[in-house]
Nanobody, 117 residues
Framework: VQVVESGGGLVQPGGSLRLSCTAS????????MSWYRQAPGKERELVAR????????NYADSVKGRFTISRDNAKNMVYLQMNSLKPEDTAVYYC???????????WGPGTQVTVAS
C-alpha cells in the first residue's frame, strides 16, 4: 500500500488549495481514504474521510463548509479541496488508506500547507 500527497504550498488567508493523493499497490475502491493534519506543537487530527462504499464523507467541525473530500476510483486518487483557508489551517497534511474492518492505516509522507499573508 502506497499513498503520496501533492499540492501543498503557501497561500494567503481566504485562498484555496487542492491536495491530491495518489494511491498504488492496492485495490483502491476497497479502501476508506482519509486526510489528517498536524500543526507544529499540536496533535495530529482527522480532517476528512470518505468511505469505500457509497462515498460517504465526514469532516472535522473546524473545516465543515470549507473543505471537500472526493475520490476518483478510476484514477486511484483522492482529493481535498480547501477553500477559505485560515492561518490555523497551516499544517502538514497526510493522506491515509484503510481497508475495513482493519483499523491500521497506511500513511503518506505528508505535504506542507502554509496559510500566511
Amino acid at each position: 500500500v502506497q499513498v503520496v500527497e501533492s499540492g501543498g504550498g503557501l497561500v494567503q488567508p481566504g485562498g484555496s488549495l487542492r491536495l491530491s493523493c495518489t494511491a498504488s499497490g492496492f485495490t483502491f475502491s476497497s479502501y476508506v481514504m482519509s486526510w489528517y493534519r498536524q500543526a507544529p506543537g499540536k496533535e495530529r487530527e482527522l480532517v476528512a474521510r470518505i468511505t469505500n462504499v457509497g462515498g460517504r464523507t465526514n469532516y472535522a467541525d473546524s473545516v465543515k463548509g470549507r473543505f471537500t473530500i472526493s475520490r476518483d476510483n478510476a484514477k486511484n486518487m483522492v482529493y481535498l479541496q480547501m477553500n477559505s483557508l485560515k492561518p490555523e489551517d497551516t499544517a502538514v497534511y497526510y493522506c491515509t488508506a484503510r481497508r475495513p474492518p482493519a483499523t491500521m492505516e497506511s500513511w503518506g509522507p505528508g505535504t506542507q500547507v502554509t496559510v500566511a499573508s
